[in-house]
């Protein structure tokens, strides 16, 4: 009789162990997926995990909280970690778990660091200076540490598989990326580790996001094609929640992030919006 515990991937923390067991996996001729996580994992990283089951025999989900990619006065150190149930989540999807500690990542005397050009800088790069570098860096080095041969990435977090896209053209890294679509809560909330920091009455206002951008859908599938219009309208519909203060709302060309004064063709909207204390962000494709 098999149980979920009995299911549950291996979890290591030395690097060396994590090389042995690759490599056995690709010396087996199995090709290997990769699924970087921050753990507190919920419906939308196991959908990666998923996918990478489709496509590949050995699928590694590493777990690690990089507090390169918080700045100071963000939430690294209250960052929820639920490695038991992150374990259980991940029973007969997972076939390794890679959860490093600090020291391992960062050993004294680190001092290199990935700094991706202008995909990086608006929006999220504005609102988080030091953000991308924590991100690219701490990317590069699963790549590296994994080897493995395709990597997946949630369009959540849009900005980011922008640029892990661009380092990876830019340092030739090799491996494929695959983006998988944004799973969402059933009042369309994008699925996200930190909207446990969301009280009641917050979580209920935590949809005008989603709202937002269906707004921006509509809006664009009823003939508007003006970037001001489009962004001031969804800038309303997210006011309306009491607790709401927005960072961005912006439209912009899907590959280089450039702004848009109008949407032709393809267009992402992307949007960060504080609901009390916590900061979330959203964003979909629209297409004229
Ligand atoms: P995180 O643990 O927040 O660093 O996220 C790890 C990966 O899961 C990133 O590639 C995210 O884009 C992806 N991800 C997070 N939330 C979702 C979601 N709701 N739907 C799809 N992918 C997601």
Redesign the pocket.
């Known amino acids: 009789m098999s149980d979920a515990s009995s299911l549950r991937p291996i979890c290591i923390t030395a690097v060396e162990e994590l090389r042995q067991r690759v490599g056995r996996a690709r010396r087996e001729g199995r090709k290997v997926g990769l699924v ?4 507190a994992l919920h419906a ?2 196991l ?2 995990v998923r996918a990478s089951r489709a496509e590949c025999g050995f699928t590694v989900v590493t777990i690690y909280v990089n507090p390169s990619q918080f700045g100071p006065s963000e939430d690294y150190r209250r960052y929820p970690r639920t490695l038991e149930a992150d374990l259980d989540l991940l029973a007969g999807w997972a076939d390794l778990v890679f959860a490093p500690e600090n020291e391992a990542v960062y050993p004294p005397g680190f001092a290199t660091w990935v700094d991706v050009g202008s995909v990086a800088e608006p929006f999220e790069g504005e609102f988080r200076p030091t953000h991308f570098r924590g991100v690219a860096t701490i990317v590069l080095k699963l790549f590296n540490l994994v080897g493995a041969d395709v990597a997946y ?5 849009y900005q ?1 598989a922008r640029v892990v896209q661009r380092m990876v053209e830019d340092l030739n890294v090799p491996i494929e990326l695959r983006v ?5 809560e059933p009042d369309g909330l ?4 930190r909207n446990v920091y969301l009280n009641p009455g917050e979580r209920r206002q935590a949809a005008v996001l989603c709202q937002g951008l269906r707004m921006a859908e509509n809006l664009v599938a009823e003939g508007c094609r003006d970037a001001g219009e489009i962004v001031a309208r969804v800038r309303a519909a997210i006011q309306a929640a009491p607790d709401a203060r927005i960072d961005y709302v912006a439209l912009a060309d899907p590959q280089t992030l450039r702004p848009v004064s109008a949407v032709e063709g393809r267009t992402v909207l992307l949007l960060a919006v504080r609901i009390g204390a916590t900061r979330l962000i959203d964003n979909c494709i629209l297409e004229a």
């Open positions: 970087p996580t921050m753990g939308g990283h959908s990666l990435f949630g369009q959540k977090d980011q998988c679509p944004i799973v969402r994008a699925m996200s580790s």
